[in-house]
């Protein structure tokens, strides 16, 4: 069975740090899009940061581009979101996902709806 567990959360105040961690197991993890959503209440979830497993390609929206952070630990099958100088508007449920086999990420993958497995989700709140 597929799983994805978010784990790194929590509060920080404005310009603060934190790193969220998805441990994965139960599917192939190379060779697919692997991407760090989040979602406020009443809003769409937000793909934030996406990254190519076999790859390497590295994606973020702009709002996060030169503070996020997408990583993977391809032996350890988990990949991670570095989060630095925190704003109050990344509060926000993070959530982990991982595309279909063989998607490239942006190409194949995009919103929400392409991705195949998810995680819990990890709350991160930012106060100023």
């Known amino acids: 069975q597929q799983q994805l567990v978010e784990s790194g959360g929590g509060s920080v105040q404005v310009g603060g740090s934190l790193r969220l961690s998805c441990a994965t197991s139960g599917f192939q993890y190379r060779n697919r899009c692997m991407a760090w959503f989040r979602q406020v209440p009443g809003k769409e979830r937000e793909g934030v940061a996406y990254?190519?497993?076999?790859?390497?390609?590295?994606y973020y929206i702009d709002s996060v581009k030169g503070r996020f952070s997408i990583s993977t630990d391809n032996a350890k099958k988990t990949a991670f979101l570095q989060m630095n100088d925190l704003k109050p508007e990344d509060t926000a449920m993070y959530y982990c996902?991982?595309?279909?086999?063989?998607?490239?990420?942006?190409?194949?993958?995009?919103?929400?709806?392409?991705?195949?497995?998810w995680g819990q989700g990890t709350q991160v709140t930012v106060s100023s």
């Open positions: 996902a991982a595309g279909p086999i063989y998607s490239k990420c942006h190409t194949d993958v995009n919103g929400y709806r392409d991705f195949a497995f």
């Open positions: 990254i190519d497993i076999s790859g390497d390609s590295t």
